[in-house]
């Protein structure tokens, strides 16, 4: 897992290797099984709609599967000029 901007603000690390249990399928599956782990990751994840994701560096949906995923980024949406 990798943390970015005020996702990773929240959390208190910018990564950390998480073992999660095989119910979890997707990376929505994932934001909510993370938001149990402790109250700064439940701070981090409570407005889904202010989350985006990447696996293995591609934008993905929160719907998106885990299998096969080697690293899962979550951050707030990116803007630029």
Known sequence: ??????????????EEEVSPP???????DLIDWLAARSPSH????ADRDRLR?????VFVPLDAPLAG?????????????
């Open 1 to 14: 897992m990798v943390y970015f901007a005020w996702v990773r603000e929240r959390i208190g690390v910018a």
């Open 22 to 28: 095989a119910e979890v399928a997707t990376i929505a």
């Open 42 to 45: 439940a701070a981090a994840f």
């Open 53 to 57: 994701a990447a696996r293995d560096q």
């Open 69 to 81: 995923a080697g690293e899962i980024a979550i951050f707030p949406p990116v803007t630029g000029g």
